[in-house]
């Protein structure tokens, strides 16, 4: 076989076994994060709704913001267009921070997130 038609077939290779392990490696980062999180998804939710009155979590995600390990939530109020991002520190139960984001911020962080 020659080499010009080789190195296609090995490239196309090498990234479908990439693509596939994809999911994997963030399954398997995930499993870690949450192996050191103190702080339940269940526990920090009510402490993250506790700072936003008739809230309701539309995300939540385990990630590590700034150094610290934090329960990001995404919550919606009636009557409101505006996501109020809550962390929650996932040791310590801390509230990291809270801001309001409007639908053009949630919109530019979601184009950030796609690269």
Wanted: charge should be positive.
């Amino acid at each position: 076989m020659k080499l010009k038609t080789i190195l296609p077939c090995l490239f196309t290779c090498v990234l479908a076994i990439g693509l596939l392990d994809a999911p994997l490696l963030a399954k398997d980062k995930k499993s870690k994060l949450e192996a050191k999180a103190k702080i339940s998804k269940k526990e920090a939710g009510k402490i993250a709704l506790a700072k936003v009155p008739h809230g309701k979590i539309k995300e939540a995600e385990l990630e590590e913001e700034n150094g610290k390990l934090v329960w990001s939530f995404d919550i919606a109020t009636p009557h409101s267009k505006d996501i109020t991002e809550v962390q929650v520190n996932a040791i310590t139960g801390e509230v990291v921070s809270l801001e309001k984001e409007t639908p053009a911020d949630q919109k530019k962080e979601k184009k950030k997130e796609a690269k």
